[in-house]
């Protein structure tokens, strides 16, 4: 028996880990302007540049724990690769562990775990950084918060520190923490008012260790800013969707890397380069911001169903067995409804986009899991699998459409290009600039090692891009540079080579 719950555990582990090392190399150098800027603060504390390893814009947990490889000789993108793919096994261990406590029976469990790693084999190939990792601490976080028996034990301990380490991974996760913790624990008092002061004394432990935990990242970022800063993501994302922002200001002129080693302005974006705005300051702004929710409450509803056509139903079904009289579970049912409402209520002030779930999507998959086997406990047999079968395969057909775009997808050209370059002039140090393809320009210069001081104008897609990101802006377009222009910013930023890259030429 042993045996058996062992091979229930680990194996869909274990097929998650095999086929990410078949498939790693179609997705090896699928990247993005993010990943380059947590490669180049990795550098920052392998040769001792800490004032530029002390980054307000990303948070430390993927650069820190590249180091080690990196500082091995490892390739950066092999690193971070193994980095990710570590994440993706944390993180089906954590919907393992939730499944437990949801007390699925053996059939479903696994049914829910080998269609999880399915989920997280296409999230860790397809996009590299510390989405996966925060997900998987966000879920143990609400492992031990959710459950029935929280108030005992050290519980509110493991929380905190779970927490922290979300924090440390996403700066998202601190302005989460702060609400959902607080939330939790007044649900449990509430659940059980004869607990409410074992309760209060856990939510008190537990916000001490965070705050013990969060602290010392803070006070060096706070040091570096000069003033108080949990992190400037948050300001950043907030005016890039204000009614007079421009979209990215990189896409519309030359910007300089932050510091003297930095590889390109993204790796700190700086706020002062956008538009403040108040969504309280005046009418016009009050009706920007509801505008901007609506946009993103569609958004969402549209990656939900994107996700699964069935997690509306799941979700409901979950609801409805919540009310059931005698419902057996570790976890009262509306601990984890709240956590779903709760967690993208941030997202909704600024952008929502698919990556930022995915511990929602997880948990959700366990929840409809729950209410669903419950269903098939009382129909025939037959019909009770093909629901099982036709509940899990709704959350399997996103990842296989994703990984079949993409592994055909141009957007691995960047590697080709530097391939190209290093092959006809080896050895080129010095600035580089170009004239647009500004993600591919930040790859290229990287693979070179050479910073990036931008594009002089926005190719169509760049455009593109803008429009989509804030389609209810009434704020000026940002003027195109003329040739004058573009001189003159070639010339006072000293830059050495010039990339004309095909979507420009």
Same mark, same amino acid.
């Given at each position: 028996?042993?045996?058996?719950?062992?091979?229930?555990?680990?194996?869909?582990?274990?097929?998650?880990?095999?086929?990410?090392? @078949?498939?790693?190399?179609?997705?090896?150098?699928?990247?993005?302007?993010?990943?380059?800027?947590?490669?180049?603060?990795?550098?920052?504390?392998? #040769?001792? &540049?800490?004032? &530029?390893?002390?980054?307000?814009?990303?948070?430390?947990?993927?650069?820190?724990?590249?180091?080690?490889?990196?500082?091995?000789?490892?390739?950066?993108?092999?690193?971070?690769?193994?980095?990710?793919?570590?994440?993706?096994?944390?993180?089906?261990?954590?919907?393992?562990?939730?499944?437990?406590?949801?007390?699925?029976?053996?059939?479903?469990?696994?049914?829910? *775990?080998?269609?999880?790693?399915?989920?997280?084999?296409?999230?860790?190939?397809?996009? +590299?950084?510390?989405?996966?990792?925060?997900?998987? +601490?966000?879920?143990?976080?609400?492992?031990?918060?959710?459950?029935?028996?929280?108030?005992?034990?050290?519980?509110?301990?493991?929380?905190?520190?779970?927490?922290?380490?979300? =924090?440390?991974?996403?700066?998202?996760?601190?302005?989460?923490?702060?609400?959902?913790?607080?939330?939790?624990?007044?649900?449990?008092?509430?659940?059980?008012?004869? &607990?409410?002061?074992?309760?209060?004394?856990?939510?008190?432990?537990?916000?001490?260790?965070?705050?013990? $935990?969060?602290?010392?990242?803070?006070?060096?970022?706070?040091?570096?800013?000069?003033?108080?800063?949990?992190?400037?993501?948050?300001?950043?994302?907030?005016?890039?969707?204000?009614?007079?922002?421009?979209?990215?200001?990189?896409?519309? /002129?030359?910007?300089?890397?932050?510091?003297?080693?930095?590889?390109?302005?993204?790796?700190?974006?700086?706020?002062?380069?956008?538009?403040?705005?108040?969504?309280?300051?005046?009418?016009?702004?009050?009706?920007?911001?509801?505008?901007?929710?609506?946009?993103?409450?569609?958004?969402?509803?549209?990656?939900?169903?994107?996700?699964?056509? +069935?997690?509306?139903?799941?979700?409901?079904?979950?609801?409805?067995? /919540?009310? #059931?009289?005698?419902?057996?579970?570790?976890?009262?049912?509306?601990?984890?409804?709240?956590?779903?409402?709760?967690?993208?209520?941030?997202? +909704?002030?600024?952008?929502?986009?698919?990556?930022?779930?995915?511990?929602?999507?997880?948990?959700? !998959?366990?929840?409809?899991?729950?209410?669903?086997?419950?269903?098939?406990?009382?129909?025939? #047999? !037959?019909?009770?699998? !093909? @629901? *099982?079968?036709?509940?899990?395969?709704?959350?399997?057909? $996103?990842?296989?459409?994703?990984?079949?775009?993409?592994?055909?997808?141009?957007?691995?050209?960047?590697?080709?290009?530097?391939?190209?370059?290093? #092959?006809?002039?080896?050895?080129?140090?010095?600035?580089?600039?170009?004239?647009?393809?500004?993600?591919?320009?930040?790859?290229?210069?990287?693979?070179?090692?050479?910073?990036?001081?931008?594009?002089?104008?926005?190719?169509?897609?760049?455009?593109?891009?803008?429009?989509?990101?804030?389609?209810?802006?009434?704020?000026?377009?940002?003027?195109?540079?003329?040739?004058?222009?573009?001189?003159?910013?070639?010339?006072?930023?000293?830059?050495?080579? =010039? $990339?004309?890259?095909?979507?420009?030429?």
């Amino acid at each position: 028996m042993n045996n058996i719950a062992g091979v229930r555990r680990w194996g869909p582990i274990a097929a998650y880990f095999g086929a990410w090392t @078949l498939l790693a190399h179609w997705y090896w150098n699928l990247l993005n302007p993010d990943t380059v800027s947590y490669f180049s603060i990795a550098h920052h504390y392998l #040769r001792g &540049e800490w004032r &530029e390893a002390v980054n307000t814009g990303w948070s430390p947990m993927s650069s820190w724990l590249m180091v080690p490889l990196a500082g091995l000789g490892m390739p950066d993108v092999a690193a971070m690769r193994i980095f990710t793919a570590l994440s993706g096994g944390l993180t089906l261990y954590a919907v393992d562990k939730l499944a437990e406590d949801f007390e699925l029976r053996p059939g479903w469990r696994l049914a829910a *775990m080998y269609t999880a790693a399915g989920m997280v084999l296409a999230y860790s190939l397809l996009r +590299l950084g510390p989405d996966l990792l925060e997900a998987a +601490l966000l879920l143990l976080y609400t492992r031990v918060v959710i459950r029935r028996d929280y108030a005992t034990g050290g519980r509110g301990a493991v929380a905190g520190a779970w927490g922290a380490a979300a =924090f440390l991974t996403k700066g998202y996760a601190l302005y989460f923490f702060l609400g959902h913790f607080a939330l939790m624990h007044l649900l449990h008092a509430w659940r059980e008012p004869s &607990e409410a002061a074992r309760v209060r004394r856990q939510w008190a432990v537990g916000m001490t260790l965070f705050l013990i $935990l969060s602290a010392p990242w803070v006070i060096a970022m706070s040091y570096k800013a000069g003033h108080l800063s949990a992190g400037t993501t948050g300001a950043w994302n907030f005016r890039l969707v204000g009614p007079e922002s421009p979209g990215y200001p990189q896409y519309f /002129g030359l910007i300089p890397p932050p510091g003297p080693h930095g590889s390109s302005m993204w790796e700190e974006p700086e706020p002062a380069l956008l538009p403040k705005w108040n969504p309280l300051a005046s009418p016009r702004e009050v009706k920007h911001q509801i505008r901007l929710i609506l946009a993103n409450v569609r958004e969402s509803i549209r990656l939900v169903l994107y996700t699964s056509l +069935l997690i509306p139903v799941a979700i409901l079904a979950y609801v409805i067995w /919540g009310f #059931r009289k005698g419902a057996s579970t570790l976890v009262p049912w509306i601990l984890p409804v709240a956590t779903i409402l709760v967690y993208p209520a941030g997202y +909704l002030l600024i952008v929502i986009v698919d990556r930022y779930f995915w511990n929602v999507f997880l948990l959700i !998959l366990l929840l409809g899991a729950m209410a669903f086997q419950a269903v098939a406990a009382r129909i025939p #047999r !037959l019909p009770g699998a !093909l @629901l *099982m079968s036709a509940y899990f395969l709704s959350f399997l057909a $996103l990842p296989t459409r994703m990984m079949m775009v993409q592994a055909k997808d141009t957007q691995q050209r960047w590697a080709e290009i530097a391939a190209q370059i290093q #092959r006809q002039a080896p050895g080129l140090s010095g600035r580089l600039a170009g004239c647009g393809g500004w993600n591919d320009g930040v790859q290229i210069a990287w693979s070179l090692g050479m910073p990036f001081y931008g594009e002089t104008g926005p190719t169509a897609e760049e455009l593109t891009v803008r429009d989509q990101l804030n389609p209810s802006a009434q704020g000026t377009p940002q003027p195109i540079p003329g040739q004058e222009e573009i001189a003159h910013q070639l010339k006072r930023y000293r830059v050495d080579y =010039f $990339l004309a890259l095909p979507a420009c030429v």
